[in-house]
C-alpha cells in the first residue's frame, strides 16, 4: 500500500492509475487522514476460444464474379 499527498496526486493521478498492479491500493491522504483510495481492479480471466463459435455471423448473399470487373485494369 502506497501514501500519497492529495495535492501530490492531484499532479500525478494519470501515472498513479497506469502504474497500479492488480490489487494494488494507493491511498491519498490530506493532513493527517486519509480522504481516499485507489484500488486496482482484477481482471476477470478470460474465457478461453471455442472452435465454431461464430458460425453463423457471416452470410455470404451470392458467389458471383461480376464485382471483380470492376477491377480488372488494376490486375495483372
Known amino acids: 500500500m502506497t501514501r500519497i499527498q492529495l495535492a501530490e496526486a492531484q499532479l500525478r493521478l494519470p501515472e498513479l492509475i ?3 498492479q492488480p490489487g ?3 491511498q491519498i491522504f490530506s ?3 486519509t480522504v481516499a ?3 486496482a481492479e482484477t481482471q476477470p480471466p478470460r474465457q478461453p476460444r471455442q472452435p465454431g ?3 453463423g ?3 455470404i448473399l451470392s458467389e458471383d464474379q461480376a464485382h471483380l ?3 480488372q485494369d ?3
Open 74 to 76: 488494376l490486375m495483372p
Open 57 to 59: 455471423t457471416l452470410v
Open 18 to 20: 497506469a502504474s497500479l
Open 37 to 39: 483510495r485507489l484500488i
Open 31 to 33: 493532513g493527517d487522514r
Open 69 to 71: 470487373e470492376d477491377f
Open 24 to 26: 494494488e491500493e494507493v
Open 53 to 55: 463459435s461464430a458460425i
